[in-house]
């Protein structure tokens, strides 16, 4: 296979928080791969496109077919390698034709924003899946950041959390639409965060 698979990372979502080499890919791309929104705001005309849907062995046939005659660009929100399309990719793909380019996870910029160190932090997601209970111990001083969804929104967490023997005075941010004009981050209690602040798919920062 002679032409690459390239992953590019855009970051939490605003522009401005894509790094250049995948603007690059992106603006000089034949093939352009990414959800609806992203193609509106990114792809420009001469393009070709396919959005990504529920059906991602549809994703994976279009960029078969259109390997064999161009690279194909893949945005993925965030940074690649945290709960993206790559994973797929690699089961459909040999590794030697993927080239991924980093971005800024919506994890990472959530942190930053906040001002907290979290390389001492463990990384969870309740978005479509649950956390084990051993994953979600709680001891003085942890930190965990996790993905939400419309199930487990940032009251549904911070209820799981208490009753999994969390500390009701932890404090909990509470980050969406991260990067955007409308961005909002809330600190609380997590006692609070069961009834107010509610938010679903953002980043809920919990530090013990």
Request: hydrophobic fraction near 45%.
């Amino acid at each position: 296979m002679e032409h690459k698979i390239i992953v590019a990372g855009i970051g939490p979502g605003a522009k401005e928080y894509v790094i250049p080499m995948a603007m690059q890919a992106i603006n000089e791309a034949k093939v352009l791969v990414g959800g609806t929104r992203v193609l509106n705001e990114f792809s420009h005309q001469g393009q070709k496109t396919f959005a990504i849907k529920a059906d991602i062995s549809a994703v994976m046939d279009f960029i078969k077919v259109e390997l064999n005659d161009n690279d194909v660009v893949v945005m993925v929100s965030g940074d690649p390698g945290y709960y993206s399309l790559l994973s797929a990719l690699r089961k459909n793909f040999p590794l030697e034709n993927i080239k991924v380019i980093p971005g800024l996870s919506s994890m990472q910029t959530a942190f930053a924003k906040i001002a907290l160190p979290w390389q001492e932090a463990s990384l969870l997601s309740f978005h479509g899946r649950v956390p084990s209970d051993e994953d979600l111990k709680y001891y003085p001083g942890r930190i965990i950041g996790m993905l939400t969804d419309n199930k487990f929104n940032s009251n549904a967490i911070a209820t799981y959390l208490i009753a999994r023997g969390w500390d009701k005075n932890a404090r909990a941010y509470i980050c969406s639409r991260l990067s955007y004009p409308d961005e909002k981050i809330v600190s609380l209690s997590l006692d609070e965060a069961q009834t107010k602040a509610c938010a679903s798919h953002c980043v809920m920062i919990v530090e013990g």
